[in-house]
């Protein structure tokens, strides 16, 4: 089967750093992704790895060891607005990217 | 770049009524798109996925004559809910995949469609 794990929900303060951890079995791997979704609106592209190794794109930065099926996001500097669910996806190979359930992230002050 | 614009973002329909919902990729084109439906602190579940010129894929358990889904070119995708019922209240939204040379397989979001039937 293909499954991606990640913890449903996460507190933290304004100002710290915090990693959201995400597992996944797939039947391929073409590439992890990281979307941020605010209630009630869409999700917007985060983070993309395909080799292993870390990727910093300004307070985020994603990173990925396929031997293990493992990835993380970190997010430094936490601000207020960065309360939100945080998906982690992977793209099988194939047509279809297969998403995680989401990570909530409440950032309190 | 990357935009998905999606319209409308908020529609309110009788029950019995047909709504169309269109997905346009702006400046990359989308040989794939896709179409998701979410409830509220639920995720994202993918309905079904529409390749230009041929026949969607959905899912199991997702009517196919109940949501028509059209991708006539490679920028524009419709999903239409027909005959909606109360129970199709949802939140849809669509992305595109941009598989050129920029693209590394992301799906870009439309911004949704809130779908309330009465």
């Given at each position: 089967?293909?499954?991606?794990?990640?913890?449903?929900?996460?507190?933290?303060?304004?100002?710290?750093?915090?990693?959201?951890?995400?597992?996944?079995?797939?039947?391929?791997?073409?590439?992890?992704?990281?979307y941020q979704q605010h209630a009630g609106e869409a999700p917007t592209?985060l983070?993309?790895?395909?080799?292993?190794?870390?990727?910093?794109?300004?307070?985020?930065?994603?990173?990925?060891?396929?031997?293990?099926?493992?990835?993380?996001?970190?997010?430094?500097?936490?601000?207020?607005?960065?309360?939100a669910s945080y998906l982690?996806?992977?793209?099988?190979?194939?047509?279809?990217?297969?998403?995680?359930?989401g990570?909530r992230?409440?950032?309190?002050? | 770049?990357?935009?998905?614009?999606?319209?409308?973002?908020?529609?309110?329909?009788?029950?019995?009524?047909?709504?169309?919902?269109?997905?346009?990729?702006?400046?990359?084109?989308?040989?794939?798109?896709?179409?998701?439906?979410q409830?509220?602190?639920?995720s994202l579940?993918?309905?079904?996925?529409?390749?230009?010129?041929?026949?969607?894929?959905?899912?199991?358990?997702?009517?196919?004559?109940?949501?028509?889904?059209?991708?006539?070119?490679?920028?524009?995708?419709?999903?239409?809910?027909?005959?909606?019922?109360?129970?199709?209240?949802?939140?849809?939204i669509?992305?595109?995949?941009?598989?050129?040379?920029?693209?590394?397989?992301?799906?870009?979001f439309?911004?949704g469609?809130?779908?309330?039937?009465?």
């Amino acid at each position: 089967g293909q499954n991606i794990d990640q913890p449903t929900e996460m507190t933290a303060t304004e100002g710290a750093i915090v990693q959201i951890n995400c597992t996944y079995q797939t039947s391929g791997f073409n590439g992890l992704f990281w979307y941020q979704q605010h209630a009630g609106e869409a999700p917007t592209f985060l983070s993309y790895n395909v080799l292993d190794g870390l990727e910093e794109k300004g307070r985020f930065s994603s990173f990925l060891s396929r031997s293990k099926g493992y990835s993380y996001l970190l997010l430094k500097e936490l601000q207020m607005k960065d309360s939100a669910s945080y998906l982690c996806a992977v793209n099988n190979g194939g047509f279809k990217t297969i998403f995680g359930a989401g990570t909530r992230l409440f950032v309190k002050a | 770049g990357a935009v998905v614009s999606q319209h409308p973002s908020w529609v309110i329909c009788k029950s019995g009524t047909s709504v169309k919902i269109e997905c346009r990729s702006l400046d990359f084109q989308a040989t794939t798109m896709f179409w998701y439906r979410q409830f509220p602190k639920q995720s994202l579940m993918l309905m079904a996925t529409s390749n230009e010129g041929s026949k969607a894929t959905y899912e199991q358990g997702v009517e196919k004559d109940k949501f028509l889904i059209n991708h006539a070119s490679l920028t524009l995708s419709t999903l239409t809910v027909t005959s909606a019922h109360p129970e199709d209240s949802s939140f849809y939204i669509c992305s595109a995949r941009d598989g050129g040379g920029r693209g590394k397989n992301i799906q870009y979001f439309g911004a949704g469609t809130r779908l309330s039937v009465l």
